[in-house]
C-alpha cells in the first residue's frame, strides 16, 4: 500500500532562499518553505526567489486568503497622487509609481518612504543627494535663488512667502508654482544716445547713468511690472525735462549740477518702484555732425581772436619799450654811446671785417652800409 502511494506521489526539493507555491488543477493549495516536501502527481509547484519581487500567477486576492502567505509577503499599494521610495538594505533602489507591488519578507531587509505629491512642499525625510537621481528628479520642481539675489514664491499666481539665496524643491503636480527673482547688488543703468534739444535748439546727445539697489523686493516685483524699464523711462523724462530749460552753453558748464538735480528729482519715483538711486551723472554729451561743425568754427574763430589780442598786446608793449628806451638815450649820451657800442658788437658776431671812417657817428655810418648809400 506504502508503495503504491510513492508511486501516485512525487518529491520536490525546496532550497534555502527559495518558496514554492503548490496548484492542483489550476487552484492554489498551499505555500511550501525549504526541505523536501512530497506532493501527489496532479500537483505543480511554482518555484519564487526570496530575493526578487513577487509576480502573482493569479489574483493575488485569493493567494492572499491564505494566512500563511500572506505573512510571507509585503503588499505596497501606491495611489495616484502619491509615490514610494524603495530602500534596500539602507540605499536607496527606485521609486515605485501609482500600483500595487508585492515582495518577500525575511530575506532581504526592505524600507518604504511613501510621500504625498498632492501637496507642494517636501516634508519627508529625504537624503538631498537623491534629488539628483532621475528616478525621483522628475517628480520634482527646482529653482535656484542666488546668494546676492532675492525671489517672491507665487503658488497659483498668488504671493507665498520671500525666497533669501538657496536651492528650494517642490513636488511636481498640478499646482502652479513660479518665482521671481531681483539682484539686490549695486547695479548700472545705462541711457545711451539719447538724443535731446536744448533750449537754444541745439541737438545733442547724451550718455548718461544711474547706480541704484533693489531694497524692497516685494514692491519691486509685485506691485511693479518690469521696475528696472519704468526706472529708465523715468530717468529719460527727467533727463529730457532738465536738459529743455539749459542753452548748450549753459549744459556744458553745469553737467554736474544737472545730473544732482536728476537724481534729487527722480529719488521720489524710483522709492515707489522699490529701488534706491545711489548716483547719477552725465557721462558724455556729444554733439550731432552739423553742430559739431558749427560748434568747431566758433572754437577756432574763438581762438584766432584770443591769439590776435595777445600779438596786439606783445606789441603794444615791445613798441612801449623802444620808446622808453628812445627817451633815456635822448636825455643821456652816455647811454646812446654804450647803444651804438651793443649794436657794433652784435654786427661784429656777424661780420668777418667793416671799414669806417672818421666822419660822423658809427651808428650813422652802419646805417649808411647796410642801406646801400
Do not use: C
Amino acid at each position: 500500500m506504502f508503495n503504491q502511494k510513492l508511486e501516485t506521489m512525487k518529491r520536490v526539493r525546496i532550497n534555502a532562499g527559495k518558496v514554492g507555491l503548490v496548484f492542483k488543477r489550476g487552484d492554489f493549495v498551499k505555500v511550501i518553505n525549504q526541505g523536501t516536501h512530497w506532493l501527489w502527481l496532479n500537483q505543480r509547484v511554482l518555484m519564487y526567489d526570496l530575493a526578487n519581487t513577487f509576480v502573482a500567477p493569479i489574483a493575488l486576492e485569493i493567494l492572499l486568503q491564505d494566512e500563511t502567505l500572506a505573512a510571507m509577503l509585503e503588499v505596497v499599494e501606491v495611489k495616484d497622487s502619491e509615490i514610494v521610495l524603495l530602500y534596500e538594505k539602507g540605499n536607496f533602489k527606485t521609486v515605485l509609481s501609482a500600483g500595487r507591488y508585492v515582495y518577500w519578507k525575511g530575506l532581504i531587509q526592505r524600507e518604504f518612504v511613501r510621500a504625498d505629491l498632492s501637496k507642494i512642499y517636501i516634508t519627508e525625510q529625504i537624503n538631498k543627494a537623491l534629488f539628483s537621481n532621475y528616478e525621483l528628479s522628475k517628480y520634482i520642481k527646482a529653482f535656484e535663488v542666488a546668494s546676492y539675489e532675492k525671489a517672491v514664491l507665487m503658488v497659483d499666481d498668488v504671493y507665498t512667502k520671500t525666497l533669501d539665496g538657496g536651492t528650494y524643491r517642490f513636488w511636481r503636480n498640478d499646482t502652479t508654482i513660479k518665482i521671481a527673482k531681483a539682484d539686490l547688488r549695486q547695479l548700472q543703468l545705462e541711457i545711451a544716445g539719447q538724443e535731446l534739444l536744448t533750449k537754444d535748439k541745439a541737438a545733442i546727445r547724451i550718455n548718461f547713468y544711474t547706480q541704484y539697489k533693489v531694497t524692497d523686493i516685494e514692491k519691486a516685483l509685485l506691485e511693479n511690472k518690469d521696475y528696472e524699464k519704468q526706472l529708465y523711462i523715468a530717468m529719460q523724462l527727467v533727463l529730457r525735462a532738465y536738459v529743455g530749460t539749459y542753452t548748450l552753453d549753459e549744459l556744458l558748464e553745469r553737467k554736474d549740477n544737472i545730473a544732482e538735480a536728476v537724481f534729487e528729482d527722480v529719488k521720489i519715483s524710483a522709492a515707489k518702484l522699490g529701488v534706491t538711486i545711489l548716483n547719477t551723472g552725465i557721462r558724455d554729451v556729444i554733439l550731432t555732425g552739423d553742430m559739431k561743425d558749427i560748434m568747431n568754427q566758433v572754437l577756432v574763430a574763438q581762438k584766432k581772436a584770443q591769439a590776435n589780442i595777445i600779438t596786439r598786446r606783445e606789441e603794444t608793449a615791445s613798441t612801449r619799450s623802444l620808446l622808453n628806451t628812445a627817451k633815456l638815450m635822448e636825455e643821456n649820451d652816455m647811454l646812446y654811446k654804450l647803444k651804438e657800442m651793443e649794436y657794433v658788437e652784435k654786427i661784429a658776431d656777424k661780420i668777418g671785417e667793416i671799414t669806417v671812417s672818421s666822419n660822423g657817428g658809427v651808428v650813422t655810418q652802419l646805417k649808411e652800409i647796410f642801406s646801400g648809400k
